[in-house]
């Protein structure tokens, strides 16, 4: 065959290509226009039969060379696609996506900017066990040049007979502190019926992994004028974690922030297992300040800095870290909390880094 005959070949299957492009959208909103008509009237846009009615049809015309299997193939995959254009059209754009909103949300406390421009460290103990303890932590930090305090008031023990956490009073010693040292305080909140207390005494409530889907909570904490810091649930997936943050941005309230904090695999040498590609994940598809959790996700003092580095260097607006004065004597979390001397080595070797700058006011 001649170049030439190649040529003029090619070029009707150009033509024809155009043409059935033009046809296949012509046909898809005439689909669209039925499934509009069906939905005014309430009737189910998908029907087998009239289904089965085309294939039939085409089927009986078909003169090949395509075989009658093909044909089904091909059509059924035109038909498909049209359903699903109207389920795409139907999607609703979630409050939380950044087709929503493009700009980052940036949460202004007491002169902290979360998802700001500089990434920063929540550090302090797994639970608020006493005044003194606290105030151990609270004092490094002003000298270190950190904003932001953590300390569990209520804390979702695996076990009924652990240190379930010192409530109201925990709160009390937390607003304290935060208000002596400037500092600002995040604490976990686990009943719907505290969050509305809460905001009186800490800055921002934490909703933990176990209660990433306790939807009556969510919904609570979206009805407060308060920053909310929602972890990633056990095993949840990043779409669970992303449609969790939504609810509580559908009650109204958009100060929210995720947390990546590990999730459970089959691997054992970690606690959980960090899943560090959640970070770009959740802030491309998110507008939303996104920080990471490596005491809880490695459970390890030794892979609390590479892990905390890695945080920093795939973009995530902070780290947390859990610091004790006493982690050998600590009422939960003994085993990977770390001392304030060790927590000390970690802030300078992030310094050093250059990932993290301090936050000193
Ligand atoms: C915590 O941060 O105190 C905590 C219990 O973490 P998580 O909910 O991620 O397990
Ligand atoms: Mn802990």
């Given amino acids: 065959m001649s170049q030439e005959k190649i040529d003029a070949l090619r070029k009707q299957v150009d033509e024809i290509n155009l043409q059935l492009l033009q046809l296949i959208n012509r046909r898809a909103a005439l689909v669209q226009e039925i499934g509009n008509e069906k939905e005014k009237q309430g009737i189910n846009r998908f029907d087998p039969e009239r289904e089965r009615e085309m294939l039939n049809l ?92 953590r300390g569990g008031a209520y804390k979702p023990r695996t076990s009924p007979y652990d240190f379930q956490g010192l409530g109201v009073e925990g709160l009390e010693i937390l607003k304290r502190i935060g208000d002596e040292y400037n500092l600002v305080t995040i604490s976990e909140i686990v009943s719907p019926n505290d969050i509305e207390l809460a905001t009186q005494y800490i800055d921002v409530i934490q909703i933990g992994a176990r209660n990433m889907q306790n939807f009556e909570l969510l919904k609570a ?79 390890r003092r030794d892979l609390l800095l590479p892990t905390a580095k890695a945080g920093f260097a795939v973009g995530a607006d902070g780290v947390m870290i859990e610091v004790h004065p006493d982690p050998d004597v600590a009422l939960s979390d003994a085993k990977q909390q770390v001392t304030i001397p060790q927590f000390n080595e970690i802030v300078d070797e992030l310094l050093k880094s250059g990932l993290y700058k301090t936050e000193a006011l």
């Fill in 221 to 299: 904490a979206g009805r407060v004028n308060h920053p909310i810091l929602l972890k990633r649930g056990l095993s949840a997936t990043i779409e669970e974690f992303i449609y969790a943050a939504e609810y509580i941005l559908s009650e109204g309230n958009t100060q929210v922030m995720l947390c990546e904090r590990g999730i459970r695999t089959y691997e054992k040498a970690t606690r959980n297992t960090l899943d560090i590609s959640a970070v770009p994940l959740l802030k491309q598809e998110t507008h939303l300040p996104v920080f990471v959790d490596v005491t809880h996700s490695t459970g």
């Fill in 58 to 149: 085409l089927v009986e015309h078909n003169e090949g060379p395509f075989n009658d299997n093909t044909i089904r193939h091909l059509f059924k995959q035109i038909f498909k696609v049209s359903l699903e254009l109207q389920d795409d059209e139907k999607k609703r754009v979630l409050l939380v996506s950044r087709q929503k909103k493009s700009e980052d949300t940036v949460i202004q406390v007491k002169g902290v900017e979360f998802g700001g421009k500089a990434p920063i460290l929540i550090a302090g103990p797994c639970s608020v066990e006493s005044y003194e303890q606290v105030k151990e932590v609270a004092e490094n930090h002003v000298k270190r040049g950190l904003r932001v305090l």
